[in-house]
């Protein structure tokens, strides 16, 4: 692992599915390898929010990961739009990126809808930006969650291609870094079938940073399972994913193998498991919380890490941005 790098939209609440998913990996990897983790407030843009709350929003997360861990002394943490050559760089890349690709991203399909002449340029763009955002600091790695697997993929296609077509080595091509067990994808607490996610209208589906010790509880005993008992072999819990969704986050929050969970519930029900799954989510969640509340408040001090974490990156992409633009001829 040579740089690390990955990022977050603002927009939302933090929930349990980026902490498990995305966070909380990058807090163990700030140890391990030089990283930059930013808020992709340029990615927000496909969506129209009044200027005041997207401001609002890039502080709230920045507060959001420094309170889950990130600290901005080991590894560079920054706001994308502070550093044009996200922006720039993305333009060079729309040379190299080919419709086609992009008109088979499930995120767009997804996105779009039914209505494509409706949606934004920007949405259909996304996964150049998103390309522009790791190439620009020869990323090695990025963890993320498995939903932003095929955008990895098509950074590796763009890297290559721009490589091929300039005859240089301008871009180091990257790998997608995903997490094992549930993190690769936790699932909605209310249908074990879809992820979870800050878009779902339903509240339910998710646990939020910012939910309160109640609303956590309330929201496990509430959770979709099923009628049967729990096994002693996680591997008879794959036809019920409820079920596997609920052990998993609670190996995921409390470090013990599902084997080790599943021996101590073996044979009840979820009447039982359920208490214990709140208790080790708020064990893990209220202290972030707490942090993120102290946080949240202090503009100044957020502002002046978040000016602090641009400067180092805007030093970190200048040359690869340089390289890119030699390659492609612009500039004397
Ligand atoms: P975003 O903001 O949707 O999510 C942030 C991170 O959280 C992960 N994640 C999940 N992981 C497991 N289970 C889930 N239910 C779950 N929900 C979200 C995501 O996979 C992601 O890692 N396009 C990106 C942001 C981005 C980016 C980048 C990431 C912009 N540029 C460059 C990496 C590198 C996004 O919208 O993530």
């Given at each position: 692992?040579?740089?690390?790098?990955?990022?977050?939209?603002?927009?939302?609440?933090?929930?349990?599915?980026?902490?498990?998913?995305?966070?909380?990996?990058?807090?163990?990897?700030?140890?391990?390898?030089?990283?930059?983790?930013?808020?992709?407030?340029?990615h927000?843009?496909s969506?129209?929010?009044?200027?005041?709350?997207?401001?609002?929003?890039?502080?709230?997360?920045?507060?959001?990961?420094?309170?889950?861990?990130?600290?901005?002394?080991?590894?560079?943490?920054?706001?994308?739009?502070?550093?044009?050559?996200?922006?720039?760089l993305c333009w060079l890349l729309n040379g190299t990126a080919r419709m086609g690709w992009l008109h088979r991203m499930t995120q767009w399909k997804d996105k779009s809808g039914k209505n494509k002449e409706g949606a934004s340029v920007a949405l259909f763009d996304y996964p150049v930006l998103q390309a522009a955002?790791i190439l620009?600091?020869?990323?090695?790695?990025?963890?993320?969650?498995?939903d932003q697997k095929q955008h990895i993929e098509l950074t590796r296609d763009i890297a290559n291609k721009f490589n091929l077509d300039t005859?240089?080595?301008?871009f180091?091509v990257p790998?997608p870094?995903?997490?094992?067990?549930?993190?690769?994808?936790?699932?909605?607490?209310?249908?074990?079938?879809?992820?979870?996610?800050?878009?779902?209208?339903?509240?339910?589906?998710?646990?939020?940073?910012?939910?309160?010790?109640?609303?956590?509880?309330?929201?496990?005993?509430?959770?979709?399972?099923?009628?049967?008992?729990?096994?002693?072999?996680?591997?008879?819990?794959?036809?019920?994913?409820?079920?596997?969704?609920?052990?998993?986050?609670?190996?995921?929050?409390?470090?013990?193998?599902?084997?080790?969970?599943?021996?101590?519930?073996?044979?009840?029900?979820?009447?039982?498991?359920?208490?214990?799954?709140?208790?080790?989510?708020?064990?893990?969640?209220?202290?972030?919380?707490?942090?993120?509340?102290?946080?949240?408040?202090?503009?100044?001090?957020?502002?002046?890490?978040?000016?602090?974490?641009?400067?180092?990156?805007?030093?970190?992409?200048?040359?690869?941005?340089?390289?890119?633009?030699?390659?492609l001829?612009?500039?004397?």
């Amino acid at each position: 692992v040579t740089r690390v790098l990955s990022g977050i939209q603002p927009t939302g609440n933090l929930h349990l599915g980026n902490l498990l998913g995305a966070i909380l990996r990058w807090v163990r990897m700030q140890d391990e390898a030089p990283c930059l983790f930013f808020l992709a407030d340029l990615h927000s843009l496909s969506d129209h929010i009044p200027a005041d709350t997207r401001r609002a929003q890039v502080r709230s997360m920045a507060a959001a990961l420094i309170a889950s861990g990130i600290d901005p002394d080991k590894a560079v943490l920054f706001a994308q739009s502070d550093v044009p050559a996200h922006a720039e760089l993305c333009w060079l890349l729309n040379g190299t990126a080919r419709m086609g690709w992009l008109h088979r991203m499930t995120q767009w399909k997804d996105k779009s809808g039914k209505n494509k002449e409706g949606a934004s340029v920007a949405l259909f763009d996304y996964p150049v930006l998103q390309a522009a955002d790791i190439l620009l600091y020869q990323a090695s790695h990025v963890p993320v969650g498995e939903d932003q697997k095929q955008h990895i993929e098509l950074t590796r296609d763009i890297a290559n291609k721009f490589n091929l077509d300039t005859g240089t080595e301008t871009f180091v091509v990257p790998e997608p870094f995903i997490g094992g067990g549930v993190a690769a994808r936790v699932m909605s607490l209310r249908d074990g079938s879809a992820k979870m996610s800050k878009s779902d209208p339903s509240d339910m589906s998710r646990i939020n940073l910012i939910d309160s010790d109640d609303e956590i509880a309330a929201k496990i005993r509430k959770a979709r399972t099923d009628p049967e008992s729990l096994p002693g072999d996680p591997d008879l819990l794959k036809e019920r994913p409820e079920a596997r969704n609920l052990v998993g986050i609670m190996a995921a929050v409390t470090g013990e193998s599902e084997t080790a969970i599943l021996a101590r519930f073996e044979g009840q029900g979820f009447g039982a498991f359920k208490p214990a799954l709140a208790d080790a989510l708020v064990a893990a969640i209220s202290p972030i919380r707490s942090r993120y509340e102290a946080l949240q408040g202090d503009h100044a001090e957020l502002d002046r890490l978040l000016d602090e974490g641009a400067a180092k990156a805007n030093e970190l992409a200048a040359p690869t941005l340089l390289a890119a633009k030699r390659a492609l001829g612009l500039g004397r």
